[in-house]
């Protein structure tokens, strides 16, 4: 069952319907879903949908000419064979479809391209000349993103400036992960999103049928599954030196999340290779370098500013607990390093991936007008605030601390403090306090509201709060896990 990705599919099926020659790029990373929308969008419609492999430029062209001369095309009754790509890239133009565009679907492009680097100028010149006038739809789709964003869509490609659509596919967020688990509990949607995270065929590894611990042993820790070896091979498909690669993100996972942290933790003398290698991790989109959400451009330019994270769920679920065990799971002590090392471990691990759920929430509700006020900026606040200390006469210190999530008007003027809190314990009345504390020199300038995120309720002093507050607003686990079935 296909699950999710209407908004891909509509901006696909928009341009299928415009009265005009289409030329879409679509790409993203490995297992993030775009073969399956591809075919999705494709049912129902006639179509040739070829995948490249890596092949000799002669191979790939020999494939491609027997998928087009599948069709009923004229030069099929002279050729079985274009030969060259001029021909067959024209031989489009021919298909005999009679309703719709005439379709034709490049999977892995950039395999084709690497067999022959003159294809982007035989299909612009193609493009320029007939295509773009006739009634066709070519998407060309890759999972390489840096070849995808610094040769295709670059200035000196020749093909820049040519498509009519580029849509980066991003991971799917938790309401469409969650629909992969309709029958867990709120509590276990959370878990299950916190160890996969958003890509479909991590997600599709799970049977949701069974339990979270039993899918974590049978699918993950055991050997011969699927995603037992997904790490290192995405690794070995996209890097070299992949041992370094392998410090780095364990690094990061186990919460250095400061570059010289990452450079000593990884044993990497020179910050400034560390740099590099984060920087193409970032753009396989595993790691995220995170800043402050009020911080200017400026800042966002200084190499030494930010903190760095997984934004891939599973990475991190990897390297936190499987990465450093895998003697122990290749000798099969699935049990074992479940139940001593994930196990007591993992409602805590999850809170992370919670927070995100929670943003995700949050943009939900601007899209619903359910805000107190629409913000311009919101994620996660890091700097020095004023933190409650009942030791000290004034009874307050200013610390070094972080506010899960910060959302900020326009003008600056209106701010909401989010504080998620992902644990079996009600969101105490002190905890609410410490949030109230936070970016207390502002509120001489801004008004401030508050938004309360929690698993496992507030207690009764909050919910008293909340009735006669105007500023502060509850969320439970319900309420937030369930937002999208809600009106």
């Given at each position: 069952m296909f699950i999710g990705r209407e908004t891909e599919l509509q901006f696909l099926q928009d341009k299928y319907e415009e009265n005009k020659g289409q030329l879409i790029v679509l790409y993203g990373r490995r297992r993030v879903g775009k073969t399956e929308t591809l075919r999705e969008f494709c049912k129902d419609k006639p179509h040739v949908f070829f995948s490249c492999t890596q092949s000799i430029d002669r191979v790939q062209l020999a494939r491609f000419s027997k998928q087009i001369l599948r069709e009923n095309i004229p030069a099929r009754q002279y050729i079985s064979e274009f030969t060259d790509w001029e021909k067959a890239f024209h031989a489009i133009l021919e298909l005999p479809y009679k309703t719709g565009k005439k379709l034709v679907v490049i999977d892995e492009f950039p395999y084709m391209c690497k067999g022959n680097k003159s294809i982007p100028s035989i299909l612009q010149n193609l493009w320029d000349t007939e295509l773009k006038d006739s009634n066709v739809m070519i998407i060309l789709c890759g999972s390489a993103m840096s070849f995808i964003e610094k040769e295709l869509l670059a200035e000196k490609n020749p093909l820049y400036g040519r498509a009519t659509g580029i849509y980066k596919m991003n991971k799917m967020g938790f309401y469409d992960a969650a629909r992969f688990f309709p029958n867990y509990s709120a509590e276990d949607k959370i878990l299950a999103y916190a160890v996969l995270g958003g890509i479909p065929h991590y997600l599709s590894q799970f049977n949701p049928q069974i339990s979270i611990s039993e899918n974590i042993k049978r699918n993950i820790l055991s050997k011969g599954s699927i995603l037992y070896s997904e790490a290192d091979f995405l690794l070995h498909q996209e890097l070299r030196e992949t041992p370094i690669y392998n410090s780095i993100i364990e690094a990061?996972?186990?919460?250095?999340?400061?570059?010289?942290?990452?450079?000593?933790?990884?044993?990497?003398?020179?910050?400034?290779?560390?740099?590099?290698?984060?920087?193409?991790?970032?753009?396989?989109?595993?790691?995220?370098?995170?800043?402050?959400?009020?911080?200017?451009?400026?800042?966002?330019?200084?190499?030494?500013?930010?903190?760095?994270?997984?934004?891939?769920?599973?990475?991190?679920?990897?390297?936190?607990?499987?990465?450093?065990?895998?003697?122990?799971?290749?000798?099969?002590?699935?049990?074992?390093?479940?139940?001593?090392?994930?196990?007591?471990?993992?409602?805590?691990?999850?809170?992370?991936?919670?927070?995100?759920?929670?943003?995700?929430?949050?943009?939900?509700?601007?899209?619903?007008?359910?805000?107190?006020?629409?913000?311009?900026?919101?994620?996660?606040?890091?700097?020095?605030?004023?933190?409650?200390?009942?030791?000290?006469?004034?009874?307050?210190?200013?610390?070094?601390?972080?506010?899960?999530?910060?959302?900020?008007?326009?003008?600056?003027?209106?701010?909401?403090?989010?504080?998620?809190?992902?644990?079996?314990?009600?969101?105490?009345?002190?905890?609410?306090?410490?949030?109230?504390?936070?970016?207390?020199?502002?509120?001489?300038?801004?008004?401030?509201?508050?938004?309360?995120?929690?698993?496992?309720?507030f207690d009764g002093k909050i919910t008293e709060k909340a009735r006669t507050s105007e500023n502060l607003y509850l969320y439970d686990l319900d309420m937030i896990v369930n937002f999208e079935n809600n009106p």
């Open positions: 990061v996972a186990l919460g250095n999340t400061r570059l010289n942290d990452i450079s000593q933790k990884s044993l990497i003398e020179d910050t400034s290779k560390t740099s590099v290698y984060l920087k193409n991790l970032i753009e396989l989109d595993i790691v995220e370098r995170e800043f402050s959400v009020d911080v200017g451009i400026k800042e966002r330019a200084n190499t030494n500013r930010g903190i760095y994270r997984l934004t891939d769920n599973f990475f991190r679920f990897w390297y936190t607990f499987c990465f450093a065990n895998l003697s122990q799971l290749e000798d099969g002590d699935v049990e074992g390093v479940y139940e001593y090392l994930i196990k007591p471990s993992l409602h805590e691990f999850a809170s992370l991936a919670f927070e995100d759920v929670c943003k995700e929430f949050v943009r939900g509700l601007q899209r619903k007008n359910a805000l107190p006020f629409r913000y311009a900026k919101m994620g996660r606040w890091i700097g020095k605030t004023t933190v409650r200390d009942n030791s000290l006469k004034n009874g307050a210190r200013t610390a070094e601390t972080e506010i899960d999530l910060l959302a900020i008007d326009k003008e600056a003027k209106k701010y909401l403090i989010g504080e998620c809190k992902f644990k079996h314990s009600q969101f105490a009345y002190s905890e609410y306090l410490d949030t109230l504390a936070k970016l207390a020199p502002q509120k001489e300038k801004a008004k401030f509201y508050y938004a309360l995120f929690s698993e496992s309720g």
